[in-house]
């Protein structure tokens, strides 16, 4: 499969613990952004790399969401001290940036259960 | 503000009937506006894109129309199936490539 992948899928987490997220994209793709989607909603932009530099964040993304990717490949998204508004599925997309529209490709997706 | 509002949020049909759902939106600079299909517990999956001089796309048995001066958009499902059972999300994207997502249309297909 050459799809963008995401690991877990599920995590449950209690209250005050940390939590990581890997996300493997498509792999000719230099950019990779995380989103956040809460039941009903529409995805919220988090963050987005290009290659290893991270190059935007979002106001959502709190001192308690971290957000890497090392290498240029493979990401992962942190959430330390976790609270109950940190459940939601957690989303993973990537992109090329060759022509003039960046159509994103989206992982699964790691829905997070904080209890 | 970007923002881009989706109407009506959620719509029952009767298996092979049409629908037509609605997207009203405020981003600037536009460059394009996409219609993802998402199943439950699923990742998004592009369904068309179009830039602001393309006034409609096809996809099977979906079409897009895109009216950029009054910054509506449509997407139209012909002959629904049952597993067009989904929401489906608006997204504009600026010309930096960022997007902004709608809160979806959650459509039910019944038999």
């Known amino acids: 499969d050459t799809g963008v992948s995401q690991d877990p899928r599920h995590k449950i987490t209690k209250r005050g613990q940390n939590v990581t997220f890997r996300c493997d994209p498509i792999?000719?793709?230099?950019?990779l952004y995380w989103y956040r989607q809460t039941l009903g909603q529409g995805p919220e932009f988090l963050t987005y790399?290009?290659?290893?530099?991270?190059?935007?964040k979002s106001r959502l993304l709190s001192d308690r969401f971290s957000a890497e990717r090392p290498k240029g490949s493979f990401s992962t998204l942190e959430i330390q001290r976790t609270e109950q508004g940190d459940s939601a599925m957690y989303l993973c997309?990537?992109?090329?940036?060759?022509?003039?529209?960046?159509?994103?490709?989206f992982g699964p997706g790691t829905r997070l259960t904080v209890t | 503000k970007n923002q881009v509002e989706q109407s009506p949020q959620s719509l029952i049909i009767l298996e092979g009937k049409n629908c037509t759902l609605q997207?009203?939106?405020?981003?600037?600079?536009?460059?394009?506006l996409r219609w993802y299909k998402q199943d439950t517990g699923r990742g998004p999956v592009s369904l068309t894109i179009?830039?602001?001089?393309?006034n409609t796309k096809s996809n099977g048995r979906y079409t897009a129309t895109l009216d950029a001066d009054t910054k509506q958009s449509s997407l139209h499902i012909t002959a629904s199936q049952l597993s067009d059972s989904a929401s489906y999300i608006c997204?504009?994207?600026?010309?930096?490539?960022?997007?902004?997502f709608g809160g979806g249309t959650r459509l039910m297909v019944k038999p």
């Open positions: 997309a990537s992109s090329s940036t060759s022509g003039r529209i960046y159509e994103q490709y």
């Open positions: 792999s000719e793709h230099n950019r």
């Open positions: 179009m830039t602001f001089s393309e």
């Open positions: 997204v504009v994207g600026n010309a930096g490539n960022m997007l902004t």
């Open positions: 790399f290009q290659n290893e530099a991270q190059l935007e």
């Open positions: 997207c009203n939106y405020t981003v600037s600079p536009f460059s394009n």
